[in-house]
């Protein structure tokens, strides 16, 4: 079967003969279509197989396609997926997307709009629906046979808009429209991936000054912006898949649509900041690490009510630079080698300041192997803003802190440079090590009732992530503002799902969709979160590479009991006692 490109073609066959009559001939010709009937028959394009014509039609337009690999890379080879995408220019978007997803899913099918049907060759694609009538009978059985298909194992395409992208006048830019709930309860029906894609571009101005005029005209121009298309360069933009679980929401429904819609505003390059490149070819060598012999001598001359928990083969400990020189540089050495595999580091051999001489070191030993495993700077600031003021304090180069903020109204610790090193990232031991001797130390310590400092971010998280985590986290407070903040505002469709949802709640699954490794929020800050920790401000660290830090309080008080009791444990009660006195 060959095409009769016209609107002929949409009507039963039996009348598509008695019904070429000079109005649909006058109308083909305003649309676009009789010129694409020549270039049609010109390049031969009759009866081809839907692979070569898709490959002829893009070859005739001559469009360049970008970000084709990055998109095969991301498509599941086998199971249930189903592809969103958003829908800027009402035709070729399909074709593309439809002809590319074949190279990898053959059983991919492609929701799409009944006016496609022109192009007979394509139809084994397709499954029609007609996104501009919810009545149309002709609509139910499309949606029944796209979820059967997705159920059976297959691979479906739609754009859930239903209608090709409009201008927002006040902004001056083109949105997608709201998507159909269809997409989640696709996702979630069958288990599936759900994959997020955004092709980039738009319409000609013609196009969106017709709209303005009257908006169900511009439907007539959907096959000229077709052909103006030649020469075009479509940029796709793909986030990773997620499992359905990933795509869920409180308020089911129009959530979960409005969240797959954003996921794919996400992926667009209106919002993309790249990193400045790190420069690591001026940076010194790594010290020579310290001999296992000396670090253990330092150690083992500490007083002994410095020693905090001992687990297996570790010892935590608490001192002073005076106390331990050496284990001091150890500890700044190690620092310096985890900072730079996260693109962070000084580029010096070791990672320390003026700030190693006043702060504690709390810090991890396995003492089989004397070696240094991991460690927290701590600065007490009852005792630091005696010596200095607000000076003393690090993170005063960071933040500015009024009166009113917590370190300088009661003791507080303040805390930073926290590491493990690589061994031990993965592993049970190292956190929990850390904060049972942060626990430790508090029981000796009692004044202490609240930990404030930063989460480092680092640079290996996409700009889009941190700046996710910043609107989803940060509850300002009145008392603190950073010196140098965080610039990077949400992109205008992803501001709006934060005003209306909660942007926590689906924190992970956008963090997900974006990294290149699909990590989620970093793990020491999902660790102060189950702390109960707020978090006020973020802001760059103009002393440790430009480095985003979340500036956040943890009122130990206020922790889960069954955290207290872990890290506390058996000082838990007295701890608690000794406040409430």
């Not at 759900?194 to 439907?219: A, H, K």
């Not at 310290?290 to 608490?318: C, G, M, R, S, W």
């Amino acid at each position: 079967m060959t095409s009769q490109i016209s609107l002929a073609s949409l009507l039963p066959p039996e009348k598509q003969k008695t019904h070429i009559t000079l109005p649909i001939r006058l109308i083909d010709k305003i649309m676009g279509l009789a010129k694409m009937q020549r270039l049609y028959e010109a390049n031969n394009m009759q009866g081809l197989a839907k692979e070569e014509f898709a490959d002829k039609l893009l070859s005739v337009l001559n469009v360049t396609i970008e970000g084709e690999q990055e998109l095969l890379s991301k498509v599941p080879k086998t199971g249930p997926v189903v592809i969103a995408s958003n829908h800027p220019f009402g035709g070729l978007e399909g074709v593309i997307l439809a002809r590319l997803l074949g190279k990898v899913r053959q059983d991919i099918k492609v929701l799409a709009n009944v006016g496609l049907q022109i192009f007979s060759e394509l139809q084994d694609y397709f499954i029609f629906t007609n996104p501009l009538s919810e009545r149309d009978p002709r609509n139910g059985p499309s949606l029944r046979t796209s979820m059967a298909h997705v159920k059976a194992g297959g691979a479906l395409l739609l754009f859930p808009s239903g209608k090709v992208s409009y201008k927002e006048r006040q902004q001056n830019r083109v949105v997608e429209h709201p998507w159909n709930r269809l997409v989640a309860k696709l996702v979630q029906s069958s288990q599936a991936q759900f994959l997020p894609v955004w092709v980039e571009g738009q319409n000609s101005d013609m196009f969106y000054r017709i709209e303005s005029i009257y908006y169900p005209l511009r439907m007539l121009f959907l096959g000229r912006e077709l052909l103006n298309k030649t020469n075009a360069i479509v940029k796709l933009n793909t986030g990773n898949s997620l499992a359905a679980k990933y795509l869920v929401a409180q308020q089911a429904g129009q959530e979960q649509a409005d969240l797959a819609r954003c996921l794919s505003v996400a992926c667009t390059d209106e919002w993309r900041h790249d990193w400045p490149k790190l420069n690591t070819a001026n940076f010194s060598s790594l010290a020579e690490p310290v001999d296992k012999a000396t670090i253990l001598t330092e150690i083992a001359n500490l007083p002994a009510e410095q020693h905090l928990v001992t687990y297996k083969q570790f010892d935590v400990y608490y001192g002073f630079q005076s106390q331990l020189p050496q284990v001091v540089n150890e500890i700044a050495r190690l620092r310096e080698l985890v900072f730079r595999q996260h693109d962070e580091g000084s580029g010096e051999p070791r990672d320390t300041d003026k700030f190693d001489a006043t702060y504690t070191q709390l810090f991890i030993v396995n003492r089989e192997e004397g070696q240094i495993i991991g460690a927290y700077r701590m600065g007490q600031t009852d005792k630091l803003l005696q010596q200095n003021g607000v000076a003393s304090l690090y993170l005063s180069q960071m933040f500015e802190f009024d009166t009113g903020f917590y370190n300088q109204q009661e003791p507080c610790l303040e805390m930073g440079r926290s590491f493990l090193i690589p061994e031990y990232q993965r592993s049970y031991y190292g956190l929990y090590l850390l904060w049972r001797g942060i626990g430790a130390f508090v029981c000796k310590f009692p004044q202490y009732r609240r930990l404030y400092g930063t989460v480092s971010i680092s640079k290996l998280y996409d700009k889009r992530s941190i700046a996710l985590m910043e609107k989803a986290l940060v509850r300002p407070l009145s008392t603190v503002r950073a010196r140098t903040p965080w610039n990077i505002p949400l992109q205008p469709d992803l501001q709006a799902f934060a005003q209306q949802y909660d942007l926590a709640e689906h924190l992970t699954s956008f963090l997900k969709t974006l990294e290149a490794d699909g990590k989620d929020i970093p793990v020491l800050l999902k660790h102060y979160q189950k702390l109960g920790a707020e978090f006020y401000c973020l802001g760059l660290d103009s002393n440790f590479a430009d480095t985003p830090g979340l500036l956040l309080c943890v009122d130990l008080l206020n922790m889960p009991e069954k955290l207290g009791k872990q890290y506390l444990a058996e000082g838990w009660q007295s701890y608690k006692e000794y406040h409430q006195q």
